[in-house]
């Protein structure tokens, strides 16, 4: 089947600035991608080369098989949503959705079947006659997703649209994007700094970095098996405990201070052996305590530095032969500060990168 | 694949070209152009008309020994400076009561305010009528019986620069107030409580924390102030037309009537190029200041 | 200002009920309030003065003003002052008072404050989101021009208008006003845009509005406070001109301002101050119900334009 959204070496520089380098990106049909990165590394910048609000430098841009990358906004197809909702603040809600499709010059009554159906969808026909001053965030936000599903677009593209709202409402309209999704099965890329709406939300995450998407996967994929150093410790929280050391010549054991770990079950990359300086990486829920410890693979004696009760969980900052390590243990577990505690893990679950690539072995 | 079509480069963007076709041509044409025109025709002879016969450097060597010329540029400097120190010092004050959290702030800043609204005409000749030797002040303070009172600056060769002085501050210095008092405002609430909880007494914080945080402020306004008083013009027009004598001349009107009354355009243009390099020493310096650091956009 | 800020000293024998309880008291008769409120009455008293003399002596007959001082309220009202400055006042041979300057004026700074505004607003609007290629160039140029003193041009500029036929007639003296309200106005107004959230045009941009769509639709209807403000300062500015109406306009097209200078400061004849001040006062009344009608916008309008420039 033909990708609903396919970017071809795009590059995009403001001036001096390249922010964009030579990125290519295939999204299919009906897919829900997620970009996800720090700030400032042109998640923005490709979205708005996507609209066609930038001029991009380089490259090609195709949604639906057709080269947009010369288009008008407005033609390509898409809808948008902002993070600051860009809502007109002179027009009503009823206004504002209907505004472009006046501009595609749509008939009367079509425009305003278009209208009450979105208004429907998103449960907000008691406030079409409205002004958007009048409207709470949550309801900002979803006349702004209103304006984009008006316009029938194949593609929606969202720029944290999420980000300006409470963390119960975020919660809420959410879970609604992610119905919104399965009723409309149309193709959507969502920006967000929100791991968990893109866990949650995505069939792909993107992590970009610097212009680059560093690893394109599923989320699974992303959280288990992370291409690089900058991806294992960007996803998670607490981020990944790393332990630098050296993998001995057979593969087969990781040495970190006085400590030598034995890396059975640990799945190397393929028809590859790798020895030599190293970073291991394991996540604070893949530590375990008491009883499982003793049985794990790789153990540790520690000590209890600091409890961070989290309700549901428990987290620990343990340290253990030289190492100050997060540990996330069961809610319900009591510790305290300086307790004594027996922490291990499994190798399966560990991650080792190159010490100067950083990438995954 | 389809293609959309690349729109021809100079025709994209083309209603933003279009709209700024009048920005473009006064930049060009009147800034620029006119100034240009101007300068080059400094240089020449004109007399009644434009003429293109280069004299080199006369005009500006005959405008500098004419001792109207150095009277306008004397006055300048005085009433430039006092202007300037005064507006700021009274401004700053002024925006300093206004602060103090009062009842009718918003009265007693009409009132400062008002006269900025005034043409200078009209300020001109309030004045004149206020300094009026015969009815004015002076009359009605030696009427109160002081009777060697005197003080007649509008028809005083040495002191009439500045009654000219007293209408200009009485016109401008609500401005000042006004900018200081948006500066004063714009500075954290926090810096005042963190100042009254470490017990720095008022005018302290005032002289070595707040003025120094209102620096943009104090540069902004200097530049406003000067790049008027170089073209103070009408003010002196209405209250005194340059006199007694020449003894209020100053260097606008001294191109407008070489230009326009004696009929030596070359005069007037040397003159007002003068005017130019003048502003010019203040602006760029400040403008290298304010934007050559930092690149902007 | 706080000086009775002493540590409370409750050792053993609990808390004292009798002291400090409630708010602060703050006499309205402090010392730091008579001296704060004195001050300013007083500078307000100075500001208003000259407006004061103004209106009493535009009331008094001349012989009144001969004898008396000129703060004494006038003995004997009268408005003749008033009808004979707007009527019949006499500058050259013209003796139809200010009404005819008056009149020009109102037909100088009604054209040039609309379309010195519909330039620089359409303008300011490309600046901030349409750039291209240069635009930011000239608009440098445009704000360092500002600075040039008028007197550099002002000559160049008769030759233009004399090219263009329009020398001497309202219509160059309009131009002019456009020209110079330019910097200031677009700055103005590209700031008031820039401000405006990006995402806003971005949206409307993916709904389909193009230049003058976004302009018209979205901007225009966001922005009546900045034009309220531009208004403001084109009126009180253009009204006020002098320097433009003497070199622009002949005798019979003069604005208000040049028509008052000439009737005060002409040399022939006895000096009527009462019809002076008249003709003074009848000059500032534009600007000044503008300035107290305007209010709080006034004050916006002229530290937004003094932001730069
Ligand atoms: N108009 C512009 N001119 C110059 N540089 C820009 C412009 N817009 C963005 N940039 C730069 O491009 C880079 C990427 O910006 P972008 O807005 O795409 O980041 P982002 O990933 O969306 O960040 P955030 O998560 O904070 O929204 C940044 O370094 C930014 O400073
Ligand atoms: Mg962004």
């Known amino acids: ?361 | 694949m389809a293609t959309s079509d690349r729109p021809f480069q100079p025709f994209r963007n083309l209603n933003a070209k279009i709209a700024s076709i009048p920005m473009i041509l006064t930049a060009l044409v009147i800034f620029i152009g006119c100034t240009i025109w101007t300068i080059y025709y400094s240089f020449t002879k004109s007399k009644l008309l434009p003429k293109s016969n280069f004299v080199g450097f006369d005009q500006y060597e005959r405008l500098w020994s004419t001792r109207r010329w150095l009277v306008s540029i004397e006055n300048l400097v005085i009433y430039g400076s006092l202007s300037l120190i005064f507006s700021l010092i009274i401004g700053f004050l002024l925006a300093a009561l206004l602060d103090q959290k009062i009842r009718f702030e918003d009265t007693f800043r009409t009132i400062l305010l008002y006269p900025f609204a005034l043409s200078f005409i009209v300020t001109g000749l309030v004045w004149q009528w206020i300094l009026n030797p015969d009815f004015g002040v002076q009359s009605v303070v030696q009427g109160l019986g002081w009777e060697s009172f005197s003080f007649n600056p509008l028809y005083d060769a040495d002191i009439v620069i500045y009654g000219v002085l007293i209408a200009g501050l009485w016109q401008g210095t609500g401005l000042v107030m006004c900018l200081m008092l948006a500066g004063l405002r714009g500075i954290d609430e926090d810096i005042w409580k963190a100042a009254r909880v470490d017990g720095i007494p008022m005018w302290k914080t005032y002289l070595y924390i707040v003025i120094p945080m209102m620096r943009p402020v104090f540069i902004t306004t200097i530049v406003i102030i000067t790049s008027g008083i170089v073209r103070v013009y009408d003010l002196v027009v209405a209250q005194t037309g340059g006199g007694p004598g020449i003894a209020s001349e100053v260097p606008a009107k001294y191109v407008y009537d070489y230009m326009f009354q004696s009929q030596n355009l070359g005069q007037g243009f040397a003159a007002s190029s003068m005017m130019l390099v003048t502003v010019a020493v203040i602006v760029i310096p400040w403008a290298y200041l304010e934007f050559g650091g930092k690149r902007r956009g | 200002m706080a000086d009775t800020d002493v540590l409370p000293n409750n050792t053993s024998t609990g808390l004292e009920t009798s002291g400090p309880r409630g708010p602060r008291p703050r006499p309205m008769l402090s010392r730091r309030n008579i001296i704060l409120y004195g001050t300013l009455i007083v500078i307000a008293v100075y500001y208003l003065l000259p407006l004061y003399v103004m209106i009493v002596t535009s009331l008094k007959g001349m012989p009144e003003i001969r004898l008396g001082n000129i703060f004494a309220p006038p003995v004997e009202v009268t408005f003749q002052p008033w009808v004979k400055a707007w009527a019949e006042a006499c500058t050259g041979l013209n003796c139809d008072g200010l009404s005819r300057g008056f009149w020009n004026s109102v037909r100088i700074t009604v054209p040039s404050v609309i379309i010195s505004i519909a330039i620089a607003s359409v303008n300011g609007y490309a600046l901030a989101n349409w750039r291209f290629k240069g635009s930011e160039i000239f608009f440098t140029i445009l704000i360092f021009g500002s600075f040039i003193p008028y007197q550099v041009m002002i000559y160049p500029i008769v030759i233009v208008l004399r090219e263009l036929g329009v020398y001497g007639s309202l219509t160059g003296l309009v131009i002019v006003h456009t020209i110079f309200g330019m910097p200031i106005l677009t700055l103005l107004f590209r700031n008031y845009f820039v401000s405006v959230p990006e995402e806003l045009f971005k949206a409307a941009r993916v709904d389909g509005a193009g230049f003058w769509g976004i302009y018209l639709r979205i901007m225009l209807p966001m922005s009546l406070p900045i034009f309220v403000v531009a208004i403001i300062l084109q009126i009180t500015g253009i009204w006020n001109d002098f320097l433009f109406g003497v070199v622009y306009t002949k005798p019979d097209t003069y604005p208000m301002t040049v028509q008052l200078n000439n009737i005060v400061n002409s040399v022939q004849g006895v000096k009527e101050y009462n019809v002076n001040m008249a003709a003074t006062i009848i000059t500032g009344l534009v600007p000044l119900i503008v300035y107290f009608l305007s209010g709080k916008l006034f004050v916006r309008g002229i530290a937004a334009g003094a932001v730069k420039g």
């Open chain 1, 1 to 361: 089947m033909e990708p609903s959204i396919s970017i071809k070496n795009l590059a995009l520089s403001f001036g001096a600035l390249e922010v964009l380098k030579d990125l290519n990106l295939e999204v299919a049909q009906g897919e829900f991608l997620v970009l996800l990165g720090s700030s400032g590394c042109g998640k923005s910048t490709l979205l708005n080369c996507i609209a066609g609000l930038l001029d991009v430098t380089d490259g090609q841009i195709f949604i639906g098989g057709r080269n947009v990358t010369w288009q008008e906004p407005s033609k390509r197809g898409i809808g948008m949503v902002f993070q600051s909702y860009a809502l007109y603040p002179q027009m009503t809600v009823a206004g504002n959705l209907s505004f472009g499709l006046k501009n595609a010059r749509l008939p009367k009554a079509e425009i305003e079947e278009r209208v009450n159906r979105a208004a429907k969808i998103l449960q907000i026909e008691p406030l079409l006659k409205r002004k958007p001053a009048a409207l709470s965030g949550g309801q900002r936000q979803r006349a702004a997703i209103g304006r984009a599903l008006v316009r029938d677009a194949n593609v929606f593209l969202f720029d944290e649209p999420l980000s300006n709202l409470d963390a119960k409402l975020r919660a809420d309209l959410r879970v609604e994007i992610k119905q919104l999704h399965q009723k409309l099965s149309n193709t959507m890329i969502y920006v967000t700094h929100d791991q968990i709406e893109a866990m949650t939300l995505a069939d792909r995450i993107a992590i970009m970095r610097g212009g680059l998407i560093l690893q394109l996967g599923s989320p699974n994929e992303i959280y288990n098996k992370p291409v690089n150093k900058y991806v294992a410790e960007f996803i998670g929280s607490p981020s990944m405990n790393f332990f630098d050391g050296q993998i001995d010549d057979s593969s087969s054991k990781f040495s970190t201070g006085a400590q030598v770990f034995p890396l059975e079950g640990y799945g190397f990359k393929e028809g590859t052996s790798p020895k030599g300086p190293a970073w291991l990486g394991i996540r604070p829920e893949h530590m375990v305590n008491g009883a499982e410890a003793e049985a794990a693979p790789i153990r540790m004696q520690g000590k209890v530095e600091l409890v961070e009760p989290l309700g549901s969980d428990t987290l620990a900052r343990v340290s253990a032969e030289g190492h100050s390590l997060w540990v996330r243990l069961d809610g319900q577990v009591s510790i305290s500060d300086g307790d004594a505690i027996t922490i291990g893990f499994d190798p399966a679950r560990a991650n080792i990168f190159d010490k100067t690539t950083e990438n995954r072995l």
